[in-house]
């Protein structure tokens, strides 16, 4: 159940984002700090991929904000757990 939660949190975020702007975008994947990402929840993997520019992360440090690295696009993903952020 929580990970349905979390992927249509995902899902949300990808939707609104769909609009964002190219400069927008740009402020997220400025950074140059790509790397990879593995976020888990009740001792459950909920995601694992890889991560362009920052990752944003909340102040109880819960829920992460990042740019997905997709093989066709970007996507401005959210993802609520104990994430692992790993740093190219």
């Known amino acids: 159940m929580k990970s349905r939660v979390i992927l249509g949190l ?6 609104v984002c769909a609009g964002c702007s ?3 975008m740009a402020d997220w994947t400025s950074s140059n700090q790509n ?4 976020c888990y929840s009740g001792g459950e ?3 694992k991929g890889n991560h362009i520019g920052r990752v944003n992360i909340s102040g109880d440090g819960r829920i992460h904000t990042f740019v997905a690295a997709t093989p066709r696009k970007e996507i401005l993903t959210v993802v609520t757990g104990d994430c692992v952020v790993r740093y190219e």
């Open 45 to 47: 993997t909920v995601y």
């Open 10 to 15: 995902g899902l949300a975020a990808a939707l």
């Open 35 to 38: 790397g990879g990402i593995i």
């Open 22 to 24: 190219k400069a927008s």
